[in-house]
């Protein structure tokens, strides 16, 4: 398979920063990677644009961005989530007989790190690894909405509203509507936002900082389920939350 010359750049001028040489200099990084100082200028201005990498304003040194931080903690977060959850989700897909995942926030968007499937109600559109957008998912809901209205509001600072069914909420006034039935109730719901037919529900989970931590959801057919059947899958999904929010470290 053909290496892309551009990407093994970037990445091989990430791996020159460590704990000795935390500040580099374009020349440092031009001799280090044989590499004229202009294409090293070039690859270095991706990164800065992307905040892989950042650049001291007096000392002109360049040293590794937060977004590796947030990359970083984003997957050592979803790998401990992940194994501690897992019970709970066979657990609920067993007991509801329903579909049920566990998905995380990766910026302006939420990631499945876990799903258990149901036979009886198979979701098409969720996988693991895939993105799934804020604004028209029952996880999406939840990850955000119990979040300070000012980490809300950089979120959704320039994010697009798509529409997805004719049920999606497209509008950042609707969306912060949305948001305060969200915290009344406790838990999200996405009423066919997302997928036609398809309805969830989904509650936030907390880790030991009381931080939320990820999402888990119970997801269904519009025309299989009963307002009473979802009633009870949120006391399920709650009393589930409520559990795994302690394994994790919440109020212990």
């Not at 010359?5 to 990677?33: G, H, N, P, Y």
């Not at 509801?96 to 566990?102: E, I, P, R, S």
Request: hydrophobic content about 35%; some cysteine; overall charge negative.
């Amino acid at each position: 398979m053909p290496i892309i010359q551009s990407v093994d750049r970037a990445l091989s001028i990430l791996d020159l920063f460590d704990e000795s040489e935390s500040e580099l200099k374009i020349t440092d990084i031009s001799e280090k990677m044989m590499l004229h100082k202009s294409t090293v200028h070039s690859l270095l201005k991706t990164l800065e644009k992307h905040q892989y990498v950042e650049q001291d304003e007096q000392s002109g040194k360049y040293r590794l961005g937060m977004k590796l931080f947030e990359r970083g903690h984003s997957v050592i977060r979803s790998r401990d989530i992940r194994g501690v959850a897992k019970d709970f989700l066979y657990t609920l897909s067993k007991d509801t007989g329903q579909t049920v995942h566990l998905v995380i926030q990766d910026g302006k968007e939420g990631v499945y790190i876990d799903k258990v499937e149901s036979a009886s109600a198979t979701v098409l559109y969720s996988r693991i690894g895939r993105r799934i957008p804020l604004h028209c998912s029952g996880v999406g809901k939840a990850l955000i909405a119990f979040q300070s209205d000012q980490a809300i509001s950089f979120v959704l600072d320039d994010y697009e509203f798509v529409r997805r069914t004719e049920h999606t909420i497209t509008t950042r006034e609707g969306f912060w509507e949305e948001i305060k039935r969200v915290r009344e109730k406790g838990y999200a719901e996405d009423l066919e936002e997302n997928e036609p037919g398809v309805r969830c529900v989904a509650i936030p989970v907390r880790d030991h900082t009381g931080n939320i931590a990820a999402a888990l959801s119970i997801s269904t057919f519009t025309m299989r389920t009963t307002d009473d059947d979802m009633r009870h899958y949120v006391n399920q999904l709650k009393e589930a939350g409520k559990q795994l929010s302690q394994k994790l470290g919440y109020g212990v």
